[in-house]
T-cell receptor, first 112, second 115 residues
Framework: EAQVTQNPRYLITVTGKKLTVTCSQN?????MSWYRQDPGLGLRQIYY???????DKGDVPEGYKVSRKEKRNFPLILESPSPNQTSLYFC???????????FGPGTRLTVL | DQQVKQNSPSLSVQEGRISILNCDYT??????FLWYKKYPAEGPTFLIS?????DKNEDGRFTVFLNKSAKHLSLHIVPSQPGDSAVYFCAASKERAGTASKLTFGTGTRLQVTL
């Protein structure tokens, strides 16, 4: 089944404790992206990647890192999480040249 | 600065009637527009899109209209069905070719279709 998977789905952590949210897609998509969804703000793009080893900042990249060492994986790294990073995170993938993006089920992160 | 705005947080429509969801944008560099649908506990799914060179795009019960001079687009669902109840996000991209590399989303409108 073609899908985007994210792990974990739910995470509660404390300020300053490094964490990684994994994202994997099995559709051989070149494009991958991370978004966060917050009440009243919609989805905001954090980082995106057009291909392996190619990443770029979205609208809200501060406090996040990403890497794209393999085509299928695009982990989101929070080196020192803070409470304002409490949010619902979505990973997405797509084919370059197509407008359609496929989203994962989301990761709900709470930073205390 | 919200460049893509969906001013109605919620909308309730009777089954069988038309649902009209609105979206306004401020950045004239946006060239490609998309609508996504989101059910609870799931990720958004792509619904329909429109390029700025068109003013209408239709796909089954879903039609998107674009008024570039007014910087306004709308999604029409006819007829509305209970399964259409979801949150709808409008999104915009500056890339005409639809690479969708950098999407700017609106805040979403929750549509409830009642029996």
């Amino acid at each position: 089944e073609a899908q985007v998977t994210q792990n974990p789905r739910y995470l509660i952590t404390v300020t300053g404790k490094k964490l990684t949210v994994t994202c994997s897609q099995n559709m051989n998509h070149e494009y991958m992206s991370w978004y966060r969804q917050d009440p009243g703000l919609g989805l905001r793009q954090i980082y995106y990647s057009m291909n392996v080893e190619v990443t770029d900042k979205g609208d809200v990249p501060e406090g996040y890192k990403v890497s794209r060492k393999e085509k299928r994986n695009f982990p989101l790294i929070l080196e020192s999480p803070s409470p304002n990073q409490t949010s619902l995170y979505f990973c997405a993938s797509g084919v370059l040249g197509s407008n359609e993006q496929f989203f994962g089920p989301g990761t709900r992160l709470t930073v205390l | 600065d919200q460049q893509v705005k969906q001013n109605s947080p919620s909308l309730s429509v009777q089954e069988g009637r038309i649902s009209i969801l609105n979206c306004d944008y401020t950045n004239s560099m946006f060239d490609y527009f998309l609508w996504y649908k989101k059910y609870p506990a799931e990720g958004p799914t792509f619904l329909i899109s429109i390029s700025s060179i068109k003013d209408k795009n239709e796909d089954g019960r879903f039609t998107v209209f674009l008024n570039k001079s007014a910087k306004h687009l709308s999604l029409h669902i006819v007829p509305s069905q209970p399964g259409d109840s979801a949150v709808y996000f409008c999104a915009a991209s500056k890339e005409r070719a639809g690479t969708a590399s950098k999407l700017t989303f609106g805040t979403g409108t929750r549509l409830q279709v009642t029996l």
